[in-house]
């Protein structure tokens, strides 16, 4: 009896810390990346571009035919001879086949071949390119929750002091030490805490919710996230965006989608003018046939037996064809410009897409250098309000201030501890969009 309590509390303990497991930011996004429907949606678009590239590499092969016919005539024809009508039955068969193969199409099949190629290269980089949104996102959320997390602690730490001081008035005001206003003053400051930390944790539910989004998670289930302070030390960030943006480009997704848009559309243009070149293609084969008169008889020394028929009836042709169309239309011209255009913009796109990743990357880094400042200004002025504060309430216990300048000095120093926390989630988001533009996922943590 004693063992089964045993295993029933040890199980329970299991399922205790189980359920109250924290997951780290990068537990969460590798859950989204590998649950997000817009991830899955991609990896299928990965799976259609590898099969366009076997159907360009297959049209590069012989293609091979067979056909098999079979067929009765039945009529009657004149004997001039004797001029008698005689009824002719007859059933026929054919056996073929053939390879037939694209020797030279202007080159269109090659070009095809490479732009599908190039296809499969883009729908990597554009996977890529959506992991890496998805993994912003969920930092932002993660790092929202975060906020709330805290600062809904913040608000209980203020909800218990200002309700030890509402019951410490309560009591002097018995003793007839502080007056009603006093004690008034201390219950409206409880009440005030009590709101800020009820608007606190809607705040923190609608974040959790934001979160589970993200990451495609059931949201009946419970969540839970780690701590982020301390573990992103502050410091100062001084690169030349140049420098780093030159070797950006070669790694980050969007600029490679771009690359590959381009060259895609460049092995479209080549594509096009090869129709203007003729087409040269060779066809191969065999074919044999069997004949027989249903509505005679024939004399078994002179009867053609159905292998014989097939053996001595086959036959075996070399054909070449060789095409040019002289007009069709405006067809290949409308084409060429087409695809000569869509080119160009892909081109300017490209540029346009390789200025945007420029200009986000320095306003990263100076988003970045800017918010390190603003973090230092924020905890400098929680440390002289937090000192300040200390100040007030001793001055309060000697009756030299007033409680409603004590709680006025309790929302300023609450007010700085959220926007030092603020700050500093701020930061972290900023490290983490720089450290993306240098190559650094976000899954890893480089601190």
Same mark, same amino acid.
């Given at each position: ?139 932002? /959320?993660? #790092?929202? %929750?975060?906020?709330?997390? =805290? $600062?809904?602690?913040? !608000? &209980? ?15 002097? /005001?018995? #003793?007839? %030490?502080?007056?009603?206003? =006093? $004690?008034?003053?201390? !219950? &409206? ?259």
């Amino acid at each position: 009896m004693k063992i089964n309590l045993t295993i029933l509390a040890l199980i329970a303990v299991l399922l205790t810390s189980q359920a109250q497991e924290k997951w780290s930011m990068e537990a969460c996004i590798n859950y989204a990346l590998e649950h997000h429907p817009r991830i899955g949606i991609q990896k299928e678009r990965i799976v259609l571009s590898k099969q366009n590239y076997l159907e360009a590499l297959g049209a590069l092969l012989p293609s091979i035919q067979t056909q098999i016919g079979a067929g009765f005539s039945f009529g009657s024809s004149r004997d001039y001879s004797t001029q008698a009508i005689t009824s002719n039955n007859t059933f026929s068969n054919q056996y073929q086949i053939s390879a037939s193969l694209m020797l030279f199409d202007g080159l269109s099949s090659i070009h095809k071949l490479k732009m599908e190629r190039i296809h499969q290269k883009l729908s990597r980089n554009e996977l890529q390119n959506q992991q890496d949104q998805l993994s912003y996102e969920v930092v932002e /959320a993660y #790092l929202n %929750l975060s906020y709330y997390e =805290e $600062t809904v602690q913040l !608000a &209980a730490q203020q909800v218990a002091t200002s309700q030890r001081e509402w019951h410490k008035m309560q009591r002097m /005001a018995e #003793l007839g %030490l502080v007056s009603r206003v =006093e $004690t008034t003053e201390a !219950a &409206a400051k409880h009440a005030q805490d009590r709101y800020f930390q009820t608007q606190q944790e809607n705040l923190r539910k609608i974040a959790l919710i934001l979160l589970k989004e993200k990451l495609n998670y059931p949201l009946e289930e419970e969540l839970h996230i780690e701590e982020i302070r301390p573990s992103y030390p502050v410091q100062a960030c001084e690169e030349s965006v140049s420098e780093l943006f030159a070797q950006a480009v070669h790694y980050l997704p969007q600029a490679l989608v771009a690359q590959n848009q381009a060259d895609a559309q460049q092995m479209a243009f080549r594509g096009a003018k090869g129709g203007w070149f003729p087409r040269l293609s060779l066809v191969l084969g065999s074919s044999t046939n069997y004949f027989k008169y249903l509505n005679k008889k024939e004399d078994s020394a002179a009867q053609w037996s159905y292998r014989d028929q097939l053996k001595d009836n086959r036959g075996e042709f070399v054909q070449f064809n060789l095409s040019f169309p002289l007009f069709t239309g405006f067809g290949r011209s409308a084409r060429v410009r087409r695809a000569k255009a869509n080119y160009q913009m892909a081109r300017y796109e490209q540029d346009q897409a390789w200025s945007k990743i420029y200009r986000d990357m320095e306003q990263s880094l100076a988003d970045l250098q800017g918010q390190v400042a603003d973090y230092a200004q924020a905890v400098e002025q929680e440390q002289a309000l937090k000192i300040a504060h200390e100040v007030n309430i001793k001055k309060q216990q000697e009756g030299l201030i007033d409680p409603l300048q004590l709680s006025l000095s309790a929302n300023r120093l609450l007010a700085a501890q959220l926007d030092s926390l603020r700050s500093y989630h701020s930061y972290i988001l900023k490290l983490k969009l720089y450290q993306y533009y240098k190559g650094i996922p976000y899954t890893q943590s480089s601190h």
